[in-house]
């Protein structure tokens, strides 16, 4: 393709891209380079419905002019990604030193909001991300198999848990689960253990974000296999059988290397998807059991009476891009090669 | 049409003439644009308010939950996004850190002849915002579940241990005391006025030093996780929405539970005429031998933002001042503990007196409090839940606090 084609092909595209994805994110890497300016603080009297008492507030008017010289705050350099809400360089180095073991570092390394919310969101991708493709997969091959009249209403339930907003599946299944709940009380019943809540311990919220994240991906997967069972070279697949192949050989050795670039897709887009997970923590109320990357940069931005950290919120957002770079670093190389040898 | 339907509409003319007569309630020019959160009281008020819309007057009122987190982006914009807004205690400080809001006196002087002293909320002798109405967390028991266990009502949290112990072993409920213990705003919300019961500091004197890592943070969780012994163990999802369906369910027998929330348990909907019927209501708690009940008082009032132009400050002023009239109170008696003059205290408001009479303390006005809050509901969830020590998610607290505060330069 000639360059000039090409470039007036791509310009709109790339315009966009530069405008809604490269600047937005220097301008959070800026912000969180950032740290609010000093305040000045003044004695004052307050009074109001309760009496009176002196309080310390910040002297607004003065840090008015501080601002407006400098409006984006004070420059921190990187110290926003190293304290302890963040990467807690100090605190580690001091768990190093300190830690009888390594049981005992683990658990002062979890104990620090940043590394607690990557626990939850690493185990959530690497759970929930192979299940996905699995159930989808399985799901679709049960699809493909019934007659064509039952077809469209199974592939419609199917899709229905996709079709649900995030924040409403999450929030309609924690009443189900609630220990009076329809499915939190049936567990009591099978297990005839009646204080069992599902929202009680870390374990079980875990369980229940993993399953709920499940529930929720695979019919992605399901479609993106569906379409791709289609494309399956029926004459590969009945050789196969005049070869003698069995139903799990033709799975095996036919239609798996078939989708395989279809998985690499879905793989793609489920970790970069379960590293963001967000709403089910909000919705099952998890956060005293389960934090998430995205959980911690909602909480900067809302947590308190209106003491919004947005440097913090910007250094958790940058950390999060690095993450997802760094998972999907293998498997972008791994296509990168694959389609270097095509070529 | 039969004779009293057209009576109804008659009269319904009437009224809308009449009030039509009274739209724009003297505003010349300008328009206000209310901010408010979401409950009876505040519905009462936007509806009065918004009465004052037409007639070359624009009153428009957003009731919404979240309010506390728009406040400062609204009050920020300029023009601003909303031109008076609903605020408490702690959002005043969110708002003043920013110099968003303006001072009232002028417009008090003008059109706030009917404001009672106590309703001003001064700053640095400036009228910040109006106060209406009060509200604080206190005791909510069932005096059926109290009598059958052969207890009294419990004055101290230890006697509120004692009554739960009491009503367990007689098997009347497995889990008598609910609490608003969802981890974040809630969890500390209950850390602040448990701590403040036992006399505690948050902060070094005249700084924005933590000061919370001690013996009364220590008593403090304590007496939380003792509680929670008691509490669904479902307790760290459970805000003021859970445990009111919990009460209305006739789950729980006692709650630490806001005032504003006083008037929903009681108003014959949601639950049965038994259980509301021995819904009563006292201060809140003592604890560790402390005099003072260990909750926070709060008022709700209203702010005028500093962008706002002189016409839309005076046409917004206006309008709260008709939200929050003594008729608006007098027609509203039982939505809420007003602090507006000539109302009438209301039968289900004697927690929030009485709590306020024992010399609760209000939430403290400091401008780093709000970040401490925030550090507090976030590190307590696991000392409760048995995986750390008092002194480490106090530590952690502190720690979590420092970093935040030196963000916010105040540190």
């Known amino acids: 393709m000639p360059h000039r084609t090409f470039i007036s092909f791509i310009w709109p595209s790339a315009l966009a891209m530069l405008l809604f994805i490269a600047l937005p994110i220097v301008s959070v890497g800026m912000q969180s380079l950032f740290i609010a300016h000093e305040q000045v603080i003044e004695t004052v009297e307050n009074c109001g419905p309760f009496g009176c008492k002196t309080v310390e507030m910040v002297n607004a008017d003065a840090t008015a002019q501080l601002r407006a010289d400098e409006p984006l705050g004070r420059f921190n350099g990187v110290g926003t990604y190293t304290n302890r809400n963040h990467l807690a360089f100090a605190e580690i180095r001091l768990a190093l030193a300190e830690a009888s073991g390594p049981g005992d570092f683990a658990n002062r390394v979890l104990n620090l909001p940043f590394y607690k919310a990557l626990a939850f969101t690493l185990t959530y991708t690497f759970v929930v991300t192979p299940l996905v493709i699995l159930l989808g997969f399985f799901i679709a091959l049960a699809v493909n198999r019934i007659p064509g009249m039952f077809k469209g209403p199974t592939i419609f339930v199917s899709l229905l848990p996709m079709i649900v907003t995030p924040l409403i599946g999450s929030l309609v299944l924690f009443w189900m689960i609630d220990s009076k709940g329809i499915i939190g009380a049936t567990l009591q019943m099978l297990f005839e253990d009646p204080g069992l809540s599902l929202k009680a311990s870390s374990t079980l919220t875990w369980l229940t974000l993993i399953v709920y994240g499940v529930w929720h991906s695979a019919p992605f997967a399901f479609v993106v296999f569906y379409a791709g069972l289609q494309t399956v070279p029926q004459d590969t697949l009945e050789s196969a059988m005049i070869d003698g192949a069995t139903r799990w050989q033709r799975v095996r050795y036919v239609v798996i290397p078939h989708l395989m670039p279809l998985a690499v897709f879905v793989t793609l887009i489920q970790l970069m998807d379960n590293f963001r997970v967000f709403e089910p923590i909000v919705g099952f109320n998890a956060q005293a059991n389960a934090t998430s990357l995205s959980w911690v940069i909602y909480n900067d931005l809302r947590g308190s ?39 | 049409m039969n004779k009293v339907s057209k009576l109804a509409v008659s009269a319904a003319f009437v009224l809308a003439s009449a009030s039509s007569a009274y739209a724009g309630c003297g505003i010349g020019s300008g328009s206000a644009k209310l901010l408010a959160n979401d409950f009876p009281a505040t519905q009462a008020i936007a509806s009065a308010a918004t009465a004052c819309d037409g007639g070359g007057a624009s009153v428009t009122a957003n009731l919404n939950k979240d309010h506390k987190d728009l406040i400062v982006a609204a009050f920020t914009a300029n023009p601003p996004e909303f031109t008076a807004s609903h605020v408490t205690n702690s959002t005043l400080v969110a708002v003043m850190n920013d110099g968003l809001a303006q001072p009232l006196d002028d417009l008090i002087a003008k059109h706030g002849g009917g404001l009672q002293d106590m309703q001003m909320i001064t700053i640095d002798g400036k009228v910040m915002a109006v106060a209406f109405m009060a509200n604080a967390q206190h005791l909510f028991y069932r005096k059926d579940i109290i009598d059958a266990a052969g207890a009294g009502v419990p004055t101290t949290y230890e006697g509120v241990l004692a009554v739960a112990k009491k009503i367990r072993d007689k098997g009347l409920m497995e889990y008598p005391i609910a609490g608003t213990y969802k981890a974040g705003w809630n969890l500390g919300e209950e850390f602040v006025n448990m701590y403040l019961g036992h006399g505690g500091e948050f902060f070094k004197p005249g700084s924005a030093q933590p000061a919370i890592n001690n013996a009364k943070g220590v008593a403090t969780l304590n007496m939380m996780k003792a509680l929670t012994e ?17 009460w209305e369910a006739g789950n729980v027998a006692l709650t630490n539970l806001w005032g504003s929330r006083a008037g929903a348990v009681t108003d014959g909907e949601g639950s049965t005429a038994a259980i509301e019927g021995n819904t009563m209501f006292a201060a809140a708690p003592t604890v560790s031998g402390g005099s003072t009940p260990a909750t926070t008082l709060w008022w709700d009032g ?36 007003w602090l507006i003059a000539g109302a009438k205290a209301r039968p289900v408001g004697k927690g929030v007196v009485d709590s306020a009479a024992g010399g609760a303390s209000p939430y403290p006005m400091l401008s780093y409090m709000g970040t401490m809050h925030g550090a507090i509901g976030a590190e307590l969830a696991d000392f409760l839940q048995g995986k750390e020590s008092a002194d480490q998610a106090l530590a952690d607290i502190e720690a979590a606090y420092i970093a935040a505060a030196k963000e916010k330069g105040f540190l």
Not at chain 2, 230 to 240: A, V
Not at chain 2, 305 to 326: R, Y
Request: hydrophobic letters at 55%; aromatic letters at 6%.
């Open chain 2, 230 to 246: 008691y509490m669904n163990p479902d307790f760290l999802t459970h805000d003021s929405n859970a445990v009111q369906a919990e």
């Open chain 2, 302 to 337: 209203f702010a005028v933002a500093k962008n706002a132009s002189a016409a839309d400050a005076e046409a917004s002023f206006i309008a709260v001042m008709n939200g929050i009239s003594p008729a608006m109170a007098a027609g509203n008696a039982d939505a809420a503990n």
């Open chain 1, 305 to 343: 009476d209106g003491a919004m950290l947005f440097g913090s919120a910007a250094a958790t957002s940058m950390l999060t891009i690095i993450g997802v770079c760094i998972l999907l670093a293998p498997v972008v190389i791994r296509t990168w090669r694959a389609n270097r040898r095509v070529a």
